[in-house]
């Protein structure tokens, strides 16, 4: 099991968080926290690291596009 998962097993969803910068492990450790205490805070921490994945992903399609008009001028 590793360190993450055995954190939140024990509700130590803060210590947990510190394990990881993927936002998509982090929005779900957040909203795990915020089911199991109810968290307002929780849940809009969950809600901005699921926008801060949505950035990436926009960002690395854009890197795409441009890869992909780059190789069409040639």
């Given at each position: ?15 947990a ?11 779900d450790?957040?909203?795990e ?42």
């Amino acid at each position: 099991m590793d360190d993450t998962r055995a954190l939140r097993g024990k509700g130590q969803w803060n210590e947990a968080l510190e394990l990881t910068d993927d936002p998509f492990e982090r929005a779900d450790i957040l909203n795990e926290q915020a089911l199991f205490t109810g968290s307002a805070d929780a849940r809009e921490a969950a809600g901005r690291e699921l926008l801060r994945a949505e950035a990436r992903l926009a960002q690395e399609r854009g890197r795409t596009l441009h890869a992909d008009f780059l190789s069409e001028r040639k």
